[in-house]
């Protein structure tokens, strides 16, 4: 079989096409563990545990494979042949992460003991300069497991209502019960644990009240009020189940940040602002903006007091959340990354995008994740590298929206120090080997000259490791030319020292020798939950969803060392 591209009205490429076919490795398996050209159940079972890793499977597992296996016209009543054990390893239900979905890890620690799936703006639509305000993304990423949505409030033109804009931008309004009702209609529909309704607003006392009323009118019952006990400890998630949480600073604190950012550098000038801010609060009846905003909020977010130099004292009476841009975080986690550390072992370390993102690009959230901070905030509207390390590290836990931090973000070591991920020092724990063999499913997702024009694709894949400094890296495959069904049969070895924090992404490209190489998907796998085996690792486009058909065939080996 052939297949034509037309150069030009009397000149035509042709190509022969290959179909997928199984390694040699693959081959010379499914000899090992069948026998006379058919692999029974048994036989089967054997390889699942010996070779998959799959200790739980039985026969009955087994029989729900070659039942699934059927409408490929593979199955044969005495067993499979190789062509239908070749369709299982590529199949949907042998994928490299557990099929269940269900939430795993241990939920009834302090929310500071879990990283959150956090939005950054989560009303636009778009860039941060002049884009739309909707609760279309906020259902969106709602519905993909987002578990921290952040909205902005400011007043209205006439003073009277509060609404939700980026503030000091183009970018168009949205009515802030929309919003709200957006977040009680679609806050639990993947995932029961809790949602943060982090409020960054920049209100008057008057219209905080009004909003105080309305957050506590629209979410009722489901509305988390925090109590003493909580103050010195954040409750759990499996406590705080369908849920919702407010964060954002109290009443006193939001007036101080309003007074250090006016023009005056006068201090007694500001405090004296303070103060006077203050008693209009205290002036009003006992129904007072203070008490009726500040009895919602149940993480208090805090203030930067003190710089960077003493921004992570902490206070040994009450946790907080503290939030602060990607370069406070670079420049900490340069100098003071055990402190970092050791600050979000009690308390929640929110980080968000520099304001110079105008396009809604993001940053690397592993500098946040292996110094411990629980919100990284994203703008779900984009698309990148970095989002897709975001989409892979929560896969993890069932997709709940919460990922457990491993033990050295959470404890010290023998003699009391700190975990330091940028340590030199430390130990390699584990080797992951990982052996891309082919692909195939291109064919059924591009149009035929969707990455060349004249001829086939030129894929390679890109795979790397991102985590601690020591463990990041990366290699690529050679170019397999002219083939919709690439074949590499390549074996990639990362030495790992803290594989509890890494991420395996793999990209797939089309090579071009004049012109930047084109996309044909990627993936992105937190190492913790990683089946080993040969697997069926599905790609995905740009924007994260899932491709139909294009997918690798792998094989992960995990050797503790």
Known sequence: ????????????????????????????????????????????????????????????????????????????????????????????????????????????????????????????????????????????????????????????????????????????????????????????????????????????????????????KTFGGTLFRCTEEYKERFPSPEALKNKILISTKPPKEYLQTQVSQSATTDESVKSKKVADAEELIQDEDEDTVAVEYRDLISIHAGNRKGGLKNCLNGDPNRVIRLSMSEQWLETLAKNRGPDLVKFTQRNILRIFPKTTRFDSSNYDPLVGWIHGAQMVAFNMQSHGRFLWMMQGMFKANGGCGYVKKPDVLLSNGPGGETFDPSSKSLQIKTVLKVKIYNGEGWNLDFPQDYFDRYSPPDFYAKIGIAGIPLDTTSYRTETDADEWFPVWDKEFVFPLRVPELALLYITVKDYDSNTQNDFAGQTCLPLSEIRPGIRAVRLHDRAGEVLKHARLLVRFVLEPR
């Not at 729900?64 to 009543?77: A, E, T």
């Not at 003991?113 to 950054?120: K, N, R, V």
């Not at 209609?185 to 993947?190: P, T, Y």
Request: with cysteine.
């Open 1 to 216: 079989m052939k297949e034509s591209f037309k150069v030009c009205f009397c000149c035509v490429r042709s190509f022969k096409v290959k179909t997928s076919e199984p390694p040699q490795e693959i081959k010379t398996l499914f000899e090992d563990y069948s026998g006379d050209g058919r692999m029974s159940v048994d036989e089967m079972l054997t390889f699942v545990i010996q070779v998959q890793g799959e200790n739980h499977a039985d026969s009955n597992y087994v029989k729900d494979i070659f039942n699934r296996l059927k409408h490929h016209g593979v199955f044969h009543p005495r067993g499979i042949h190789l062509e239908g054990f070749y369709r299982y390893l590529l199949s949907d239900f042998n994928s490299p992460l557990p099929p269940s979905g269900q939430v795993w890890q241990d939920m009834n620690q302090p929310l500071s003991h879990y990283f959150l799936y956090t939005g950054h703006n989560s009303y636009l639509t778009g860039n941060q300069l002049n884009s739309k305000s909707s609760t279309e993304p906020i259902v969106k990423a709602l519905k993909s497991g987002v578990r921290v949505i952040e909205l902005d409030l400011w007043p209205n033109s006439s003073g009277t209502e509060a609404e939700v804009r980026h503030g000091g931008t183009l970018t168009s309004t949205e009515d802030l019960q929309k919003c709200l009702n957006a977040v009680k209609e679609n806050a639990f529909e993947v995932s029961e644990y809790p949602v943060v309704l982090t409020l960054e607003d920049h209100l008057p006392p008057d219209l905080q009240k009004k909003v105080a009323k309305m957050v506590s």
